[in-house]
């Protein structure tokens, strides 16, 4: 099932660029897989050299000054998030994600405003965003903040990506020193990158038909009824 979770994660990235960890997350959820603190550490190494690669190619529209303070706040937000991993009950933490997978959806469906990148909330978010990551690797957040801030789609694509990546490697150093990240987890995720690729080209190939705010009404949809059946199951 873990196969079918990554096709989807990556065929939803290429088709509208972000939302890959919550249908991965959202997929093996609903279809009652087991999941343990070794999901997160998995889908973090699959999707580490995916931003990498948009990282390098935006790296034209990236704004450091912009996207600094951000990874401060969300690598320190991860510490407390990869703790909270270890030690939660998996049952809390099913309910606890689909709160979050239905308040990222409400937020990313309805909130158009941009807003200062130097405002208060802005920063409570982005450390938020952190315990997330660390817990579930749900980056939505992070994309919703992007949103708010960034005068281009370019520039949200590139300033997003490069938040990623530091908070990617950052979080997998954190989950190799914790035992978290294991070699049944490397095997895993060598198997799982064929199916990744395939989605990934699927999803841009059908992108071409759909219009990315069709696909992104679409998704976001999608996870809010998942959130609320993972909420009231």
């Given at each position: 099932m873990i196969y079918l979770a990554a096709f989807l994660a990556f065929f939803i990235k290429g088709l509208c660029g972000f939302a890959n960890t919550l249908v991965f997350q959202s997929t093996l959820r609903l279809t009652g897989t087991s999941l343990n603190m070794n999901i997160t550490p998995l889908e973090c190494l699959l999707c580490w050299p995916f931003n990498l690669l948009m990282t390098w190619h935006k790296r034209a529209h990236l704004k450091?000054?912009?996207?600094a303070g951000l990874i401060?706040?969300?690598?320190g937000g991860a510490v407390i998030g990869v703790f909270l991993l270890k030690n939660l009950h998996s049952a809390f933490l099913n309910?606890?994600?689909?709160?979050?997978?239905?308040?990222?959806?409400?937020?990313?469906?309805?909130?158009?405003?941009?807003?200062?990148?130097?405002?208060?909330?802005?920063?409570?978010?982005?450390?938020?965003?952190?315990?997330?990551?660390?817990?579930?690797?749900?980056?939505a957040f992070l994309a919703a903040y992007m949103n708010r801030v960034s005068d281009s789609s370019d520039e949200?694509?590139?300033?997003?990506?490069?938040?990623?990546?530091?908070?990617?490697?950052?979080?997998?150093?954190?989950?190799?020193?914790?035992?978290?990240?294991?070699?049944?987890?490397?095997?895993?995720?060598?198997?799982?990158?064929?199916v990744s690729l395939i989605g990934l080209y699927?999803?841009?190939l059908c992108g071409r038909f759909v219009s990315e705010k069709t696909a992104k009404i679409f998704v976001l949809a999608a996870l809010l009824v998942s959130g609320l059946y993972l909420l009231f199951a």
């Open positions: 450091l000054k912009r996207v401060v706040l969300v690598l309910r606890l994600f689909g709160i979050t997978v239905i308040l990222i959806a409400l937020d990313l469906l309805f909130v158009k405003r941009k807003s200062d990148p130097d405002s208060p909330l802005l920063k409570v978010i982005g450390f938020l965003s952190g315990i997330l990551c660390g817990l579930f690797g749900v980056g949200f694509k590139a300033n997003l990506s490069a938040v990623f990546i530091f908070e990617n490697s950052f979080r997998l150093i954190l989950y190799v020193l914790s035992g978290m990240l294991t070699a049944g987890i490397f095997r895993q995720v060598l198997l799982c990158l064929p699927a999803g841009i």
